[in-house]
């Protein structure tokens, strides 16, 4: 079986998106779960579970035996897929630290079949405030062999020392839109200015 698991605060952030996901995926016999902390344990080896979310994905991953993707993944691989055209626009790709390549191949073939002309930020140690500060307990406590060790990537910094990093982030983006797949990326840079937008308003 396939189980989407719709990201709790993507469905806050995007409600619309969310549903119009929920809709794609079932016209492919998707089901749609819950909360990934909760719902995973219907999961099986010979499953797969499809994330919105990089941190959903990381949580998956671990505690379960399941074949895990990102729906960014799945979409790059349905030829049905209608993809806007950007053709003339340029934008930014800021990939998330949580991410992994396969996830940073998709989000990259996906602006590329748009016709948009990018560039890929040299920030790859970039994840909203993570990795400036501890952790959250509940990742540890769910997923403690995966957040452990990106534990060990934490560089901590204060309040103010957080800002600058993201204001001289967003100095660096000179104006131009910012591509981003993850929750907390897109929450930070949207809340300090950058002209950021989620590749899932894009592709929906």
Known sequence: MRYYYPSCK?????PEISEKIIKYLN????????????????????DTGITICTNCSLILKEVSKAHIYSLLEIIDQDKNFLLPR??????IIQHCAKADDNIKKAVCSLVDKTGASYRISSHDDYCGFNFMQHMSSENLKIAPKTFSALEKKV??????QRREKITDLIKEYDGKQVIVYC??????????GANVIHIAELLF
């Open 183 to 192: 929750n907390s990326c897109y929450k930070v840079l949207k809340e300090n």
């Open 10 to 14: 993507f469905k806050i952030a995007f």
């Open 155 to 160: 560089v901590l910094l204060n309040e103010e």
């Open 86 to 91: 950007l053709n003339n626009s340029t934008c």
């Open 27 to 46: 016209k492919k016999s998707i089901e749609t779960k819950g909360c990934c902390r909760i719902d995973h344990r219907q999961l099986n080896e010979i």
